[in-house]
Structures are given as C-alpha cells and as structure tokens.
C-alpha cells in the first residue's frame, strides 16, 4: 500500500491534494490564506450538533431550520449525496460508511468547507449535523474554517439509539440501518465521542435525547434564542 500517495483505507490514489500554507503564515498574499472561509461568526454562528446514530440531530435539525433558517449542513447527507455522484472519490465512501467507520477526514472537511462558503453570503448560521465526530476534525475545522460557536450535544442511551435506528430501516433506504452496521457505528461513536466532547466544556450544551421531540426542541431553544438574539 502506498500511504503517502494513497487513500487510507481504501488505496485509491489520491486526487488533487493541495497542500496547506507551510507557514501558517495568514499573510493575505498567501494563497492558502487567501482560500480561507469568509464566514464571520460574529454575525453567522456556527452551530455543531452531535450526539450518536440516531440521537434525533436529523430531526431537530429540521425543527431548527422551521424556526432559525439556518443552513443546515449534514455530513452524512454531503457524503451519500457524494456517493450517488458516482465520482472516483464515492467508490472509497461506500465501503467505510457500510462498515460504519469514519471516512478520512480530508474527505469530509473539503465537502463541508466548499458547502459552508456556497452558501456564506446569505445564510442566517449553520448547523454542522454530525461533524466533528473525532478530535482531530473539530482541530481542523476551526483551523481552516471558523471557530465553532455553540455544540448542541444530544445525549441517548445505546438501547434507544439502536431502538430508533431499527424502526427507521425499513423505510430509510440506508445501507447502514441495518442491525451489524448499527452496532459498528455505535462502537466507532463510543471510540470518539467523549474525547469530541472534552475539547470545548465552555461551549458544550448537553441535552437529554430520550425525551419527546417537542421538549427537546425546548430544551435547543433555550440555547439559540438568546445565541440569534445578539446576532
Ligand atoms: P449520518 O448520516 O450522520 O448518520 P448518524 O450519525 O449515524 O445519524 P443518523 O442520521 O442515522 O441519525 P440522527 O441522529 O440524525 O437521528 P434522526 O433524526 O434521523 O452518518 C452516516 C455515516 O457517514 C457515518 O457512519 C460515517 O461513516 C459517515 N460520516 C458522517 N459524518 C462523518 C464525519 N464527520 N466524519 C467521518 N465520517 C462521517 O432520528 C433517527 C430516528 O429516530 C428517526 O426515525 C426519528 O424519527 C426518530 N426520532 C428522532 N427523535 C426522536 C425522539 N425524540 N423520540 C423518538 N424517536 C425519535
């Protein structure tokens, strides 16, 4: 395998890799300065909504959106939309995401960033569904994007997770619903997760996820209204 060239896992050769600005340097006649997010969160929060396989962030997503208009950005939606574009980068995606792994960091942060600054100009803040569910994305994604401005963190046992998962395979259409994949995609959440989570304890908001749809959205109101409020 050639792990300089090549993609882990999946050895495929590697397409385009840009490399960062060695320097760091922020000069703004540096071009990988210049590549930088014009996302200013002081009028456009950042919103980072977590929790495991099937915690609900799907669907108080959609709550959020009805009530905030944010633009809302999933992870997985970015990578199975990906997939179905059948480039040479999907045929590496299909395999991680049906073994429930996490896809290499790279991937996934090049598909946010280039969603994130499309829509930069008009949008009202985002929520950033499902991402960063390993330390080093959260690192990478302030780096090279913007700092996070709150983390909506939605916390369920395994048995719900896994409950919920299974009634919603027969209708979802998902590769992964299934009760091997499940399990797998728990394990890879439980591997990361608290080592996610213990990087921001100031703007780490956690909310119980086995109450009703409703009352959770009570819950995220109480920490976005007052966040639009100064915005
Ligand atoms: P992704 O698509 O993000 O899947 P997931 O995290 O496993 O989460 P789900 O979308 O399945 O669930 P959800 O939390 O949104 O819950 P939902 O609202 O749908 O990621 C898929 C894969 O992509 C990953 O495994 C990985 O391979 C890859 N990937 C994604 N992001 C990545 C990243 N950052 N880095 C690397 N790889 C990445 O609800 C679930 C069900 O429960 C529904 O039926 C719903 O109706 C029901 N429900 C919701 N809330 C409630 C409630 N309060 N009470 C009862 N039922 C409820």
């Keep these: 395998m050639d792990l300089e060239n090549n993609c882990y896992p999946c050895n495929q050769p590697v397409q385009e890799k840009k490399p960062p600005c060695p320097l760091q340097c922020q000069s703004p006649k540096c071009a990988a300065f210049k590549s930088k997010s014009p996302i200013d969160t002081t009028k456009t929060p950042i919103v980072w909504v977590l929790g495991g396989p099937g915690s609900g962030k799907g669907t108080q997503c959609e709550r959020i959106i009805a009530k905030y208009g944010f633009t809302h950005l999933s992870t997985g939606d970015l990578l199975r939309a990906e997939v179905k574009s059948g480039s040479e980068r ?3 995606l299909t395999s991680v995401m049906e073994r429930g792994e ?3 960091n790279d991937t996934v942060l ?3 960033r280039e969603a994130m600054i499309a829509r930069a100009a008009d949008s009202k803040g985002f929520l950033i569904d499902g991402y960063p569910r390993e330390k080093s994305q959260g690192i990478a994604f302030e780096k090279s994007i913007a700092p996070v401005t709150v983390i909506l963190y939605f ?3 395994c048995e719900t997770l896994t409950k ?3 009634g919603r ?3 979802s259409g998902r590769a992964d619903d299934n009760e091997n994949t499940i399990k797998l995609r728990l394990k890879t959440f439980l591997d990361n997760n608290d080592l996610v989570l213990a990087q921001y304890p100031e703007k780490l908001r956690r909310i119980n996820a ?3 749809v409703d009352s959770i ?3 995220v109101q109480k920490v976005l209204d007052p966040i639009v409020a100064t915005k």
Excluded: D, H, I, N
Aim: aromatic letters at 4%; charged letters at 25%.
């Design 90 to 92: 999907a045929k590496c």
């Design 169 to 171: 395979a027969a209708s």
């Design 102 to 104: 996490l896809v290499p």
């Design 164 to 166: 919920r998962l299974l």
């Design 217 to 219: 959205f009570s819950e």
């Design 110 to 112: 090049e598909l946010l």
């Design 210 to 212: 086995e109450a009703t």
């Design 155 to 157: 916390e369920a046992s």
